[in-house]
């Protein structure tokens, strides 16, 4: 009994501010650890835990459901960092003296069930809905655009074109053709679009598996060789140039398999189109619209050195 006293009597010396003191001051070091650890970069982290803002209202969905996941899950490690602390504080050894045992807490089981399968039954019915809109297609988008992946650049063909009367046409040059912009080693290919209007896009490939990925859109998809052909749509809504990029795994000059996504006004795009089917090629139409003619977000691979061990190995 004296024992118990003894020990009642430390801890109201001790008191809970003490306790206090001590939560604040690990809450300190755990906030300036994180300051020190993202640098001058604090504002970005913070601002999108990591992800980017998007140029489409398909990317500003993933960019919330991004928001959400990562609050709930902070959420969640406060709550259990919590718990740790104060188990560490409350708990801490005082004597010999084995604290009381329990073998089990009935509300506290309850609890630690329910709650997590509410955190996922939530991420899961947003994640659902915002997958389902990403994907979702219409049945008479604004622009069609074929994409045709091979080792190691890219195609892409205006397969059809809706006007502002609402009816679709096919862009061809004079050659009967649709207006295509083939990559090469010495051209990034650029892909010219409008903006604010509904672009779907239909993509294969001619040899293996790549992926069609633009980061700015914060989605890819990928493109399949044989008969499989893979369909997405999205809307910009900010006219720039974009880098795009193969996101597969496909070969020796994978990393060089790069593309641009030029987004332009509709007046703009359709002067482009007028160009095309006077023949002209894309650089030609870019510079008649007043645009840079060639990719401003990427480069050629430099392909001298490898000309070079050819020619040394004949």
């Not at 998007?54 to 490690?77: E, K, T």
């Not at 655009?145 to 397969?159: G, L, M, Q, S, T």
């Not at 502002?164 to 862009?171: E, R």
């Not at 083939?182 to 672009?199: F, T």
Request: proline content about 6%; glycine content about 8%; charged content about 20%.
């Amino acid at each position: 009994m004296a024992q118990l006293e003894e020990a009642g009597a430390q801890v109201v010396a001790r008191g809970p501010g003490s306790r206090l003191t001590r939560l604040t001051g690990l809450g300190a070091v755990g906030i300036a650890l994180i300051v020190s650890l993202t640098g001058c970069s604090v504002g970005d982290t913070f601002a999108g835990f990591g992800w980017p803002k998007g140029v489409s209202p398909q990317a500003r969905q993933m960019y919330d459901l991004w928001i959400g996941a990562v609050v709930a899950a902070l959420a969640v490690g406060v709550f259990v960092w919590g718990l740790i602390f104060w188990c560490v504080v409350r708990y801490r050894k005082r004597g010999e003296e084995l604290p009381p045992q329990t073998r089990f807490n009935m509300p506290m089981e309850f609890l630690y069930t329910v709650l997590p399968f509410l955190a996922i039954a939530v991420l899961f019915y947003y994640t659902a809905i915002i997958q389902t809109d990403v994907d979702k297609r219409t049945a008479n988008p604004d622009v069609t655009v074929e994409v045709v992946a091979y080792k190691w650049n890219w195609k892409f063909r205006h397969v059809q074109v809706r006007g502002a009367d609402g009816q679709a046409s096919k862009p061809v040059g004079p050659d009967g053709q649709p207006i295509t912009t083939v990559g090469a080693s010495d051209y990034i290919p650029v892909l010219v679009l409008p903006v604010n209007k509904r672009i779907r896009f239909v993509e294969h490939s001619e040899d293996v598996i790549h992926s069609f990925w633009v980061p700015d859109l914060l989605f890819k998809r990928d493109v399949f060789p044989g008969s499989i052909t893979n369909e997405f749509e999205v809307t910009i809504d900010r006219e720039g140039a974009y880098v795009g990029r193969c996101a597969e795994l496909c070969g020796a000059y994978h990393s060089m398999m790069n593309f641009e996504v030029r987004v332009v006004s509709q007046a703009e795009f359709d002067r482009y189109l007028q160009e095309r089917r006077q023949g002209r090629s894309t650089p030609e139409a870019l510079t008649a619209i007043g645009k840079p003619p060639y990719a401003t977000t990427t480069r050629p691979f430099n392909t001298e050195p490898e000309q070079q061990v050819r020619a040394g190995a004949k």
